[in-house]
């Protein structure tokens, strides 16, 4: 049977709200805390599989998942408890960077799918009644009423599984006396001390996730926890400048690109192989998506050379600018020569130049500029005569002594990226 990715994606959001209330700082007894415990020791890897369905239906659509796919990516804990200190006085440490995560997960999707009228869907699981396991009240806590109306019947048989585990694991636990105020005076100086550890965490990971995608929603995430962590300017930095992902690295990924287009293009991978990659970023409407610039010079299966160029996702395994016949024999240089954020690619052979724009679903080639002589091409903030780099420039360096014809001056020259092509400039 289809996934919905729109049940999974609620059933997540709904158990990933439980969790935010499992995880809340406080004091109990050790009865109580087992509850708890047992509960998000489940709660946590069910939220994940959930949201893993919702992204497997998903695939091969053209939504936006590249922040969730990074995000997903990291996402190594298992658990909603990382830590149990059973010395004095019991205390768990809840996995709330996780639950962010999670959390984060959960409206990144939500934002992959903007047909869907979300607040329409919570309107109608708010009308259905499902059936809800008494058993799930054994927590004792007032919060419990998140699933009263019994919004899908799935998760009150999730529900049901989790609370006869959690029953007989605290059935034989007896009743402790209260704790004294030494006792929860210590118990909130370590709660205060894991959430400010958790929240450096959380400030780490989605800089990280920001800094690769510049994506909408994790700006404003990150936005609001530096300032929850009193770090004003740099959320006001982030809400007010314009975002340029930092490039990917190809280190991880050239193995699988090679190996993904010799199958697809009969290629054979011997000592004629050659293959150039470097990270890019690529804009898509008002977002940025990260990508690696390939050029893969190969025999095919009868012999021929192949020159194929194209951008592969960061991980490798599929194509953001489908790959397609190169129009020269070297990747000379990647940059942003028109300052629209998006970068663009430099081919060259020994005749031409040719300045390729990256277009979905595949690439614009500006007329080609003659060379017919060696020349290295690179791409540089223009600096000259006090310039402030603003600018960039795709810059050929004639070495001394080179003759031919159309071929330029020795020295460097410097050409700006027009509407009509490339123009040197002084």
Request: glycine share 8%.
């Amino acid at each position: 049977m289809p996934i919905n990715p729109v049940q999974s994606i609620r059933v997540a959001t709904i158990l990933v709200e439980r969790l935010g209330v499992l995880a809340k700082p406080g004091t109990m007894k050790a009865s109580e805390l087992e509850l708890v415990i047992g509960e998000a020791q489940q709660l946590y890897p069910e939220i994940w599989r959930h949201l893993d369905d919702a992204r497997a239906a998903l695939a091969g659509q053209d939504r936006d998942l590249v922040a969730f796919d990074m995000l997903r990516r990291d996402e190594a804990a298992q658990f909603g408890i990382i830590d149990i200190d059973v010395t004095g006085v019991k205390t768990a440490t809840f996995n709330t960077a996780g639950y962010d995560r999670a959390r984060d997960a959960c409206e990144l999707l939500v934002r992959a799918m903007p047909e869907v009228d979300w607040a329409e869907v919570v309107r109608i699981e708010a009308g259905k009644h499902a059936y809800l396991p008494p058993a799930t009240a054994l927590s004792g806590q007032p919060e419990r009423r998140f699933l009263g109306h019994a919004k899908l019947i799935v998760i009150g048989a999730a529900l049901l599984g989790l609370a006869i585990i959690v029953y007989r694991v605290v059935s034989s636990i007896e009743p402790e006396p209260a704790q004294s105020k030494k006792q929860e005076q210590k118990v909130a100086q370590e709660s205060e001390r894991w959430a400010v550890a958790e929240r450096t965490a959380k400030i780490t990971e989605l800089r990280k996730i920001y800094e690769s995608t510049c994506h909408r929603a994790t700006g404003e995430a990150l936005a609001r926890v530096l300032r929850e962590d009193s770090q004003v300017t740099e959320a006001k930095k982030i809400e007010t400048t314009h975002c340029v992902p930092k490039r990917p690295s190809c280190d991880d990924a050239k193995d699988a690109i090679g190996s993904r287009l010799a199958a697809n293009f009969s290629l054979v991978q011997d000592k004629a192989w050659s293959m150039r990659c470097e990270g890019i970023t690529i804009l898509r409407g008002d977002r940025f998506e990260p990508g690696l610039a390939v050029l893969i010079s190969a025999r095919d299966h009868e012999g021929r050379v192949q020159m194929l160029r194209g951008v592969a996702s960061v991980d490798g395994g599929r194509d953001v600018v489908m790959f397609s016949h190169a129009p020269g024999a070297k990747l000379a240089a990647v940059g942003d020569l028109d300052g629209d954020g998006s970068d663009e690619l430099v081919f060259v052979n020994t005749k031409e130049l040719t300045v390729s724009k990256l277009d979905r679903p595949g690439f614009t080639d500006m007329p080609a500029m003659p060379v017919n002589c060696a020349t290295d091409a690179t791409i540089e903030a223009d600096d000259r005569a006090g310039r402030k780099a603003e600018t960039k420039l795709l810059v050929l360096s004639v070495p001394d002594g080179v003759k031919g014809k159309q071929c330029l001056k020795p020295g460097r020259h410097y050409f700006a990226l027009t509407r009509d092509g490339l123009s040197e400039t002084d």
